[in-house]
């Protein structure tokens, strides 16, 4: 039996050396035997049989003579129940139903391409679907027809050198990269270690590291006291942030500028004295816990001045008075030495207002803003101390915000300086008169018994001190008759100075205004000339002590001493006016001694 055989005839390739591709084997293997289906090794094997090259052998023959049995009897037999009949039926509409959609999607295929040609616009749209004419626009699918032309190695070789150079290029840009990533992570890594050494570094010194509340990922530092108000205790944290060169720097929030409370000592209205005021600014040369401990003092500063200013308006029938950003206290009485103290809060920022030189009293400045803190200071520990004890019972009633007791000691203080300045120097100017009066006087000045460093065990004692009422003695001894006086500056019942003057006679007399002090110790000095004229005078002479009278009946001799301290004038009078002899401090007075004169005035 003869056998046909289709064959597909191809054009030899250019190149001998080419083979043909996949593709073209498949396309030529298709044109000539079928579907791969239809070909099996025993049909290829007949078909190299039947042109007498190869025969099948017998046991291939009876092999494929089963197989041929066992397809048969397969199809004879068929489905044996319902459900084999149903489950083939299932399989072959699946198979229709994949089979309707490869064609559908290459008619959809085949119609989109022909809407690229305007011949086959129409044709194509007409055939394609709607849901793919929805999604994609016609006209989008396009062809080219390539021809099959030599390679040319001259290209190739060109095209691998560029291929080469972009890859070369590719990994240049890849090793800068990772140089680049690996200097911005040495220079990240020292950044991290200088700021958590300089995070460390004020862990180690005391102060409190935390979180930024409601900021997780940021880190502070709590410089603020606890015992404060709520208002300054909220402001005392402080962000730690870090700027290009890895420096930290502290965020305080806006508005938050550095402030200090300076005492300002003024006389007649000429400056005499000033506080210090911290200089410390947050520049990069400032180590990181100067910046916080100064963030720390004008929090305290700034705390302190807003005490003092409710204070002042609670004593203001003390004097204290509010001018502009200033707290003023003066004693009320008016004199040269009078100094008036007032509390400012100023700006670190304004260096003009830092510049005041060098002034005479600006240690007595600095002693009463240290006080002026200490006091606070103790307020806090108090406190503190309150909340530490058992509370009192629960009741309906608020507590009310105490008055801190800040500006009340150092106007104490300031009152008794005043008044100490007064009784020294009226004793010093009685002591001028009788001495210019050549008789003997000696008189120790009132001091202010400030505790000394030795005495104290803490700040806590000192500032107990500093709550207690200050008190000094002035001594004045006249013709060998002591006078001395006392002085008391308390802080409970009333706010003033009590004088007490106890007089030769051990008469002790206490008086609430220096004014009435001053006339009682004139009378004293008086009547202690008087008593000393008495007793060098001889028998015969009577003094009157309280009058400061001297006086001989059987002679019929009278005298009269009287000492003004305060217009310094002392004077011996006789019953004759023209015979009274006056000493002064100043100008023209009497040269001979207070016993020459005596007796050409009794005479």
């Known amino acids: 039996m003869s056998t046909t055989t289709t064959l597909s005839f191809n054009p ?117 679907s709607p849901a793919l004419k929805n999604e994609v626009p016609a006209g989008t699918l396009g062809l080219d027809v390539w021809q099959r032309m030599p390679d040319d190695k001259g290209v190739q070789a060109q095209d691998e050198m560029l291929a080469t150079n972009v890859r070369m290029e590719g990994l240049q840009k890849s090793a800068d990269g990772l140089l680049a990533a690996a200097s911005r992570l040495e220079d990240n890594v020292r950044k991290e270690t200088q700021y958590w050494n300089e995070v460390l570094s004020i862990a180690e010194k005391g102060w409190n590291i935390c979180r930024i509340p409601g900021q997780q990922h940021r880190l502070g530092v709590t410089f603020g006291f606890s015992e404060s108000e709520p208002q300054f205790s909220r402001r005392g944290i402080a962000a730690l942030n870090v700027d290009e060169d890895g420096q930290i720097s502290l965020d305080r929030g806006v508005g938050a500028k550095s402030k200090a409370v300076r005492v300002l000592l003024r006389q007649q209205g000429r400056l005499v004295g000033s506080s210090n005021i911290s200089s410390t600014t947050n520049d990069s040369d400032i180590t990181l816990e100067a910046r916080i401990r100064h963030a720390r003092d004008s929090l305290f500063d700034e705390e302190l001045y807003q005490e003092l200013v409710r204070e002042g308006r609670a004593n203001a029938s003390l004097g204290v008075t509010l001018k502009g950003d200033s707290v003023c206290f003066a004693p009320l009485q008016e004199d040269a030495t009078r100094t008036e103290i007032s509390f400012e809060l100023v700006s670190l920022d304004d260096t003009g207002a830092r510049d005041l030189g060098v002034l005479p009293q ?196 009278k005298a009269w001493v009287l000492v003004d301290g305060g217009a310094g004038i002392l004077t011996l009078s006789g019953q004759e006016q023209d015979k009274s002899r006056v000493w002064r401090l100043e100008g023209e007075s009497a040269q001979k001694s207070l016993w020459e004169v005596f007796g050409e005035v009794i005479y």
């Open 362 to 557: 600006d240690n007595v400045a600095q002693a009463v803003a240290v006080a002026a803190r200490l006091l606070l200071t103790q307020a806090h520990r108090e406190r503190l101390k309150r909340r530490s004890e058992v509370p009192p019972p629960m009741t309906d009633k608020k507590e009310e915000r105490r008055i801190l007791p800040i500006l009340r000691p150092v106007m104490s203080f300031a009152l008794h300086r005043f008044a100490v300045n007064q009784v020294n120097s009226h004793l010093a100017r009685i002591a001028q008169l009788t001495r210019a009066a050549q008789v003997q006087c000696a008189f120790e000045n009132a001091v202010i018994n400030v505790p000394s460093v030795e005495d104290l065990s803490g700040a806590e004692d000192l500032v107990t001190k500093l709550l207690q009422p200050w008190a000094s003695e002035a001594k004045c001894e006249v013709a060998s008759l002591g006078i001395r006086v006392q002085l008391e500056t308390t802080l409970v019942t009333d706010f003033c100075t009590r004088f007490t003057l106890i007089a030769p006679n051990n008469k002790v007399t206490q008086f609430a205004v220096d004014g009435e002090l001053r006339n009682a110790i004139d009378a004293a000095v008086s009547s202690a000339l008087a008593a000393s004229l008495a007793v060098k005078a001889g028998e015969g002479w009577r003094c009157n002590q309280r009058e400061a009278f001297l006086e001989n009946e059987a002679a019929g001799g």
């Open 12 to 128: 030899w390739a250019r190149d001998a050396d080419q083979e043909p591709s996949l593709k073209d084997v498949l396309a030529r293997v298709s044109l000539e035997r079928g579907h791969f289906r239809n070909i099996t090794e025993a049909s290829l094997q007949e078909e190299v049989a039947g042109e007498g090259a190869l025969e099948p052998s017998d046991d291939e023959r009876e092999s494929d003579e089963e197989d041929e049995k066992e397809e048969v009897e397969e199809g004879a037999k068929g489905p044996q129940t319902r459900e084999d009949l149903y489950k083939a039926k299932f399989e072959m509409l699946q198979h229709v139903g994949a089979a309707e959609q490869d064609v559908l999607f290459a008619l959809d295929f085949v119609s989109l391409l022909m809407t690229e040609d305007k011949e086959g616009a129409a044709l194509g749209n007409q055939s394609i």
